[in-house]
């Protein structure tokens, strides 16, 4: 299923869906530069984990108040 941004479907570069998957298996740490797409990683890993297991709680935690506002719609 394609991700969402600004009202518009768009899908997720191979690098990203390698990471995605990987994330699946195992705890990963995603060395990429910046404007990569490192937060649509974590949202696409979040969104998976949730619609596997709806139960689980996931804390969604960012360095700045503006990638928090970004992840909010703001």
Same mark, same amino acid.
């Given at each position: +299923?394609?991700? &969402? $941004?600004? =009202?518009?479907?768009? *899908? #997720?570069?191979?690098?990203? #869906?390698?990471?995605?998957? $990987?994330?699946? *298996? @195992?705890?990963?740490?995603?060395?990429?530069?910046? =404007? $990569?797409?490192?937060?649509?990683?974590?949202?696409?890993? &979040? $969104?998976?984990?949730?619609? !596997? %297991?709806? +139960?689980?709680?996931?804390?969604?935690?960012?360095?700045?108040? !503006?990638?928090? %506002? @970004?992840?909010? =719609? =703001?």
């Amino acid at each position: +299923m394609p991700l &969402i $941004s600004g =009202g518009r479907p768009f *899908q #997720l570069h191979d690098y990203q #869906l390698q990471c995605c998957t $990987s994330a699946a *298996q @195992q705890n990963i740490i995603c060395a990429l530069p910046v =404007g $990569s797409g490192k937060t649509v990683i974590a949202a696409e890993v &979040i $969104s998976r984990t949730l619609d !596997a %297991e709806a +139960m689980k709680k996931i804390i969604f935690v960012v360095p700045y108040g !503006a990638l928090a %506002e @970004q992840q909010l =719609g =703001g």
